[in-house]
C-alpha cells in the first residue's frame, strides 16, 4: 500500500464506518437504531474518531515532498538545499519634469510615488541618474506593478514637480513560486552536482539572482576561462541593460574581471547578456462559424497565440533532449493551429504561415547568438 493509498483509505474512515464498527460490538438484542442510548452514546467516540483519521491523512500527505501542502513542502525543501523562491519587487524607470516639460534636478533617493488609480502602486526612488531620469522599485513585491506605465503622483512634496510619469519596467518582479513549482524542483533528479564553476554551479548563482528568470550557460564560448551567460528577466523576456549590469556586478564585476571578487571562481571572466528576442510573423486564413466573424474572433485568437509563445519561453533553458548539451527550441506551426482552432466560433483554419515560409521556425542557440521568439505581427484572413 502506497501512502497515497493509505490517506484515501483514511479519509474513507468516516462518522458511519466507526459507528457501523463499534454497532457490530454490541449485542443484536440491545436497540441499536439511530437514536437509541446506545446510538447517541458511541455517537460523540465516532465523530472523533472520523475526525482522527482525516488528521492521519493530512499528516501521511504532508510527509512526502510529492504530496505535502504550502508549509509543509516548505520544510522539505532545506533538505535539498533551497527554499521556496520569494515574490521580488519590480524597478521601473522614470522622469520627473516641471511646467516647461524640462527635467528638474532636486528629485532624491527615497522620495515616494504612487500610480494613478483606485489601488495604487506605491513606489520610492532608488537612484538618479546622469540624465536626471529616475530608478524607482514598487513598495510591495509581486507581479503587479509590472503592468504599470504612466503617470505617478508625488507622495513627498516637491513644488519644483509639474509631471512625474514611469517609463519603463526596467525588471519584472515575479510572485512567490507556486508549490507546484517548487515540488518539480524538490524532485527533479541533479544531473550534475553544482561546483567549482561547471554548468550547474553557473545557473545555481542565476537562480539565486531574484530578478533573472531563466538563463543559458555557454562556457569556454571565447576559450579556457571564459562563460557567457544569457539572461531573461522574470517575465521572460530579454532582460534589460539594468539587469545585465546587475547579475554581472554579482558574477564577475567588470572592474575586477576574473579576479574572483564575485560568485564567479578566480580566472573566470564572465560575460552577461541578453537573448536576441525574434519575432514571428503568423498568418492563417480562419473560417468562423455562422454567428462569429474573424475579426470578433481577433482578440482571442492572439491571446492564445501570445499564451502558446510564453509556454514556449518557459523551454528557452532547457537542456537539448537528443545532445545532452546546449539548447533547443522549436516554434511549431501545428501547435499554433491548435490554440487558434481552441477558440470558440472558429472551424477551420490553414495551418500558419510562419515569416512567409511554411515551415516550423528553429530558434537559433549558439555561442554568438541565443534566440527567444516572440509574437509578431498575426494576420487573419477571413
Not at 3 to 25: I, R, V
Not at 49 to 77: C, H, N, W
Not at 244 to 273: R, S
Request: aromatic share 6%; no cysteine.
Amino acid at each position: 500500500m502506497n501512502p497515497e493509498t493509505l490517506a484515501a483509505e483514511l479519509e474513507s474512515h468516516d462518522f458511519d464506518y466507526f459507528m457501523d464498527t463499534m454497532l457490530d460490538d454490541v449485542s443484536d438484542d440491545v436497540d441499536k437504531r439511530q437514536g437509541s442510548i446506545i446510538y447517541d452514546a458511541l455517537g460523540p467516540a465516532a465523530t472523533q474518531l472520523a475526525e482522527e483519521s482525516l488528521q492521519m491523512a493530512e499528516v501521511i500527505r504532508a510527509a512526502y515532498t510529492k504530496t505535502a501542502p504550502g508549509e509543509f513542502l516548505d520544510y522539505r525543501a532545506p533538505e535539498r538545499g533551497t527554499v521556496r523562491q520569494a515574490a521580488t519587487t519590480a524597478q521601473v524607470l522614470a522622469k520627473f519634469l516641471d511646467s516647461n516639460g524640462v527635467p528638474i534636478s532636486n528629485v532624491e533617493p527615497g522620495d515616494q510615488f504612487a500610480s494613478v488609480g483606485e489601488e495604487p502602486i506605491f513606489y520610492h526612488v532608488t537612484k538618479v541618474n546622469d540624465d536626471l531620469t529616475g530608478e524607482l522599485a514598487a513598495d510591495e513585491s509581486g507581479t503587479v506593478a509590472n503592468g504599470y506605465l504612466g503617470q505617478i503622483l508625488p507622495v513627498t512634496p516637491n513644488d519644483s514637480l509639474s509631471w512625474a510619469e514611469i517609463t519603463a519596467v526596467t525588471v519584472p518582479a515575479k510572485d512567490s513560486e507556486t508549490n507546484d513549482h517548487l515540488r518539480e524542483r524538490l524532485l527533479s533528479p541533479d544531473a550534475y552536482n553544482a561546483y567549482g564553476g561547471n554548468v550547474s554551479d553557473y545557473l545555481d548563482m542565476l537562480s539565486k539572482i531574484t530578478d533573472v528568470g531563466a538563463g543559458q550557460v555557454y562556457p569556454t564560448w571565447e576559450g579556457g576561462g571564459t562563460v557567457k551567460l544569457v539572461i531573461v528577466n522574470n517575465e521572460l523576456r530579454a532582460a534589460s541593460d539594468s539587469l545585465i549590469k546587475q547579475v554581472k556586478q554579482t558574477i564577475d564585476p567588470a572592474n575586477f574581471e576574473g579576479q574572483g571578487y564575485g560568485l564567479a571562481p578566480i580566472g573566470h571572466a564572465v560575460t552577461v547578456v541578453a537573448p536576441s528576442e525574434v519575432k514571428v510573423e503568423i498568418e492563417s486564413t480562419v473560417t468562423t462559424d455562422s454567428q462569429a466573424s474573424v475579426s470578433s474572433v481577433e482578440t482571442q485568437i492572439k491571446a492564445g497565440i501570445e499564451s502558446y509563445f510564453a509556454k514556449r519561453r518557459e523551454a528557452w533553458d532547457d537542456v537539448d533532449k537528443v545532445t545532452g548539451r546546449g539548447y533547443s527550441l522549436t516554434v511549431y506551426r501545428s501547435q499554433i493551429l491548435s490554440e487558434i482552432m481552441r477558440v470558440e466560433g472558429v472551424i477551420n483554419a490553414t495551418l500558419p504561415v510562419l515569416n512567409g515560409t511554411e515551415s516550423d521556425v528553429v530558434m537559433t542557440f549558439n555561442d554568438e547568438t541565443s534566440e527567444l521568439p516572440v509574437v509578431g505581427e498575426v494576420v487573419l484572413n477571413g
